[in-house]
């Protein structure tokens, strides 16, 4: 199965020409191919344009349609069988890292989706241990997913706006009877580029899909309970961030969502809820 990298970039110049050069000086990355979204960049210069269509297949948007429906878009569209996501300030730390997770996916056709750890630099401490393990969802820019089911399973849901969209096609993946697991082999170092994030959008969309996902999903026995536990997360959280209107606005907007849509649920039998409770969030 072929493989190659797909990102989804607005106004992210610089930390674009970061991880083109972190791409091509590591010998084992540079020949993956790369398909690149540019989500109508209006900060960028013109050697921008020439640098992304220079080094990748490019999609550009004439307006603003958001990091989901542009990664939906491009994950149908690429010519690979096998999409690696990285977000445009973010990329691989092992050298065999990415040829590593495409042979374990060849060699596991019920394993949809690899979460990749996130760490903190470049040049981490090594990994003691790097054997895979089962996981409840991935993160969006450290993953490996099989295209042709996630072109079968629908996509994110296009409601999410903004964050939380793995976990809700995790719960579907795991439904339909395949797997995620994490590959402590294949590690992403995400710099979090400062540019361009808006905290307040983050805090409400953050518990809006979090209430929507267990109210798509959570079986009926657990579903107050996990309400409960998202309200008063939110609510410590509220302390740290200062956002506690932001946070009740989400929340609120979530069970709205939630009760808006209750004929679209899909929750999942416990005896499969039961298994992935127990597991790891992530990578």
């Known amino acids: 199965m ?4 797909v990102i989804t970039t607005r106004n992210r110049e610089q930390d674009l020409q970061k991880l083109f050069s972190l791409l091509t000086a590591q010998p084992s ?3 993956l191919p790369l398909w690149i979204h540019d ?3 209006d900060a960028v210069s013109a050697e921008y344009w020439h640098t992304i269509r220079q080094r990748a297949q490019v999609v550009s948007n004439a307006q603003r349609m958001g990091y989901i429906v542009n990664r939906n878009h491009s994950n149908a569209q690429a ?5 690696f996501s990285l977000d445009d300030d973010s990329c691989f730390v092992d050298a065999e890292g990415p040829d590593r997770a495409i042979a374990y996916l060849n060699a596991h056709p019920t394993v949809a989706a690899l979460a990749f750890p996130l760490v903190d630099s470049l040049t981490p401490s090594p990994v003691p241990n790097t054997a895979p393990y089962r996981c409840l969802t991935y993160v969006g820019c450290a993953h490996l997913i099989r295209k042709e089911l996630f072109v079968k399973l629908g996509g994110y849901r296009h409601d999410f706006i903004h964050q939380g969209e793995e976990s809700e096609l995790c719960a579907r993946i795991w439904a339909a009877g395949y797997e995620v697991h994490a590959f402590p082999a294949c590690r992403v170092h995400h710099w979090v580029s400062p540019e361009a994030r808006d905290y307040h959008r983050m805090g409400f969309y953050g518990p809006r899909n979090r209430v929507i996902n267990h109210m798509l999903h959570t079986p009926m026995p657990f579903l107050p309970f996990e309400l409960a536990r998202a309200i008063a997360s939110y609510t410590r959280l509220s302390w740290q961030t200062k956002l506690p209107l932001t946070h009740l606005r989400g929340l609120m907007a979530g069970m709205q969502h939630g009760i808006n849509h209750w004929s679209q649920r899909q929750a999942l039998p416990l005896d499969l809820y039961h298994q992935l409770m127990a597991l790891p969030i992530s990578a």
């Open 2 to 5: 072929n493989a190659g990298i």
């Open 29 to 31: 990355w540079k020949n």
């Open 39 to 41: 989500d109508a960049s």
């Open 79 to 83: 010519p690979f069988d096998l999409i």
